[in-house]
């Protein structure tokens, strides 16, 4: 029981002056840019000078406005300690805050005390002040003493003054731990700004996919400061995801995919939200690896390209962690930079890859011998490469194929399907088969592939001899000819629908005369499409490029110049075919292979008809002149790439053919050998050898005696 009260006597307090000073001395306490911790407990002890208390307090309202919390004391640091609260308008400080005025207990065994730990330390009376700053109230400073008091009007007078600048150092103190914090807060973002920007500088690394996918990892860690992290990509189909990186977790063979909508990456990835597990052991995990690595909590966040799932980033703890909203927040920032990397080196690495198939799809147009070629392949800006492709080839009886075809989509996936409609193409007109048959069969191929398949494609059959050129268009804009005297024009096209649309379809061609020395350019709807434009305008302006061009190297130059932009959005192929008109001097060096005399033969039989040959002289010559040019294949040189050249010029009627090589025969093999010099005796005038230390030269002479007019 405590001892009966005893009289309440005042106390002296500090002289004038001195007190004065001691007030002086709580101003420049705010000075000093202590902290808030250090600058109250400061206060205190100041006060309890100047009053000569033995105790003294400090409450200040919470962020609610609605209670009083205990934030520093000098005799009772029991409130400090146990975050007294009190709610405002409730007891001894209550009270004092929300009258906003003093208050004075002299005796706290009969005063309503909310906080027990005033009696507990045997405070006898209190006077308590409120902390005001431009008529705010800030909280409480109260002291107390420790013997029965009763504190005067002059030190109610004197507390309040010291609580006025004590609020005015506590406000001051307040703003400058408010602007460090802010400053620390903008320091620690420009530091995860930094940090965020070193994952976007990965995209421009140009790594190869899975290198890039573990940088990324290692720096994402480092941002949200985990212990492990792992990147998991949407397939091509959608429905499952596929680990493709971790740091931490590690795995190798045994990662199997997830399904979209089941287990952690999975929700993250069908709901495109962020998931965060506090406790692993109690969740849904399919993957075992995350458990067995000792993971106590994951967060998660979907991977986005413009609303589009690219797949999952989630971070884990291996202590028990909560993941705030400022951490969701900022993997989210990280994962959709991360994202961005993610689809450029994607991008990349596709574009890479179809330009490498690419360049080795397309075909080697040097092989066609005997007319002008050139094509133009310019993929589109931003974009992997396309399945825009073409081709030219010999046919058998001296015809030549030309085609090009667009289809549909871009990247690996439309670049091999180009490979397989490249294949089919030449395996169905090689074995003969009517150009409309050729792209039947076609359709056929592309119908079983799939949607993915569709494709619109320009197929030309070109035969010099007749003077004919066959053409299908499946879907395709129509070929251009540009006449030897430059007029160009659109051919009619029979209107037939792309391939893979319908599995069974009739298509028609059409048969135009060619007269030698025209060119014939195919080309894809890139070159003619403009957004918002009609196709006939687009078709105009490519007709008028190439009018008055009639070579085919030049119209490809002339064209790509005039109409294709540095910036394209869409993929542009084009490929230009001329059979020139035989010159009068028939001069060409030629590859020491059999495979050659077939392209002899067709350029020699348009060259005599050209000079008036009948169908029996240009028969007689050509065979002839077929084995001189064999001889050279197979006499003149030992085994290697050589080569030989034939020269054919007519003067006066009189067909002069020349077979030089720069070898050396070998005598004839075989009991059946040598009868080529008989057969080309029996069907010229004239035979001359001439064999030398520098090459043998073979002379054929005939006269055209059944020459046309």
């Not at 490249?422 to 088969?433: F, M, N, P, S």
């Amino acid at each position: 029981m405590r001892p009966r009260s005893a009289p309440i006597a005042p106390v002296p307090v500090t002289a004038p002056g001195e007190t004065l000073a001691s007030l002086q001395r709580l101003a420049d306490a705010a000075l000093a840019y202590l902290s808030q911790d250090e600058l109250l407990g400061e206060l205190l002890t100041r006060v309890v000078e100047i009053l000569r208390a033995d105790t003294a307090a400090i409450l200040l309202l919470d962020e609610t406005g609605e209670r009083l919390v205990a934030r520093a004391a000098h005799g009772i640091e029991e409130e400090v300690e146990q975050r007294v609260a009190i709610p405002l308008g409730a007891g001894f400080a209550g009270r004092v805050a929300a009258g906003r005025r003093a208050v004075r207990i002299d005796d706290v065994d009969a005063a309503d005390i909310h906080n027990p730990i005033l009696r507990e330390k045997g405070i006898r009376s209190l006077l308590g002040v409120p902390l005001l700053v431009e008529g705010r109230v800030l909280g409480v400073l109260h002291v107390g003493s420790l013997v029965p008091r009763r504190f005067t009007e002059e030190e109610s007078a004197l507390l309040q003054l010291a609580a006025d600048r004590a609020a005015l150092a506590i406000a001051q103190a307040t703003l400058y731990q408010q602007e460090r914090a802010a400053r620390e807060r903008a320091e620690a973002a420009t530091r995860q700004l930094q940090s965020l920007q070193r994952v976007t500088d990965a995209a421009l690394a140009y790594l190869p996919q899975d290198d890039l996918l573990s940088e990324l990892l290692r720096r994402v860690a480092e941002i949200v400061r985990a212990d492990t992290a792992a990147i998991l990509l949407l397939g091509a189909d959608g429905r499952e995801l596929h680990p493709r990186a971790a740091k931490g977790i590690e795995a190798g063979e045994r990662s199997a995919p997830v399904p979209v909508g089941r287990g952690f990456a999975g929700r993250i990835a069908a709901d495109r939200r962020a998931v965060r597990i506090d406790d692993v052991s109690r969740a849904e995990i399919l993957n075992p690896v995350l458990r067995e690595r000792g993971i106590r909590s994951l967060l998660g966040v979907p991977l986005l390209v413009e609303g589009r799932v690219l797949g999952v980033l989630h971070v884990g703890s291996l202590a028990p962690r909560r993941f705030t909203d400022e951490d969701r927040e900022l993997l989210q920032l990280a994962a959709d930079r991360a994202a961005l990397a993610i689809e450029y080196a994607e991008l990349y690495e596709q574009r890479h890859l179809a330009e490498t198939l690419q360049r080795h799809l397309l075909p080697d147009l040097r092989g066609v011998r005997g007319v002008e070629v050139a094509s133009r392949y310019l993929p589109a800006s931003q974009k992997t490469m396309g399945g825009d492709w073409y081709d030219a080839f010999a046919l058998p009886g001296g015809r030549v194929a030309l085609a090009v075809g667009d289809v549909v989509g871009h990247g690996v996936s439309a670049a091999a399907v180009m490979a397989q409609l490249r294949t089919a193409l030449r395996a169905y007109a090689v074995d003969g088969h009517p150009p409309a048959e050729v792209v039947e069969r076609m359709n056929h191929v592309m119908w079983q592939l799939g949607p993915r398949a569709m494709t619109t494609l320009a197929y030309v059959v070109l035969d010099p001899e007749h003077g004919t050129l066959e053409h299908v268009s499946a879907g395709h804009p129509p070929p251009l000819a540009i006449a030897p005297d430059g007029r160009a024009g659109y051919l009619p096209v029979a209107t037939n629908v792309p391939l893979a649309v319908a599995p069974v379809v009739g298509y028609r061609s059409r048969v135009h005369p060619y007269p030698l020395g025209a060119t014939i350019l195919l080309y894809t709807d890139g070159l003619v499409e403009r957004r918002g434009e009609l196709l006939d305008v687009g078709l105009e302006r490519l007709r008028e490029a190439a009018a008055g061009v009639p070579a085919a190297e030049a119209a490809c130059a002339r064209i790509v110049a005039t109409l294709v932009p540095e910036q394209r959005a869409d993929d542009v192929a084009l490929i230009a075919l001329r059979v020139p008109a035989p010159p009068a001097v028939l001069r060409q060096e030629w590859p020491t292979e059999r495979s050659a005399l077939v392209a002899i033969r067709q350029q020699l039989r348009r060259w005599l008809r050209a000079q008036g040959a009948s169908e029996d002289e240009t028969y007689d010559i050509t065979v002839a002149a077929q084995e001189a040019c064999a001889n050279a294949i197979e006499h003149a040189y030992r085994p290697g790439p050589h080569s030989f050249e034939l020269e054919a010029r007519c003067d006066g009627g009189r067909v002069r053919l020349t077979v030089r090589d720069r070898g050396r025969w070998r005598a004839p093999r075989g009991e059946h050998r040598g009868r080529g010099l008989r057969l080309m005796r029996m069907l010229m005038d004239d035979v001359a050898i001439r064999p030398g230390d520098e090459g043998t030269l073979v002379v054929l002479e005939r006269a055209l005696r059944g020459r046309r007019p």
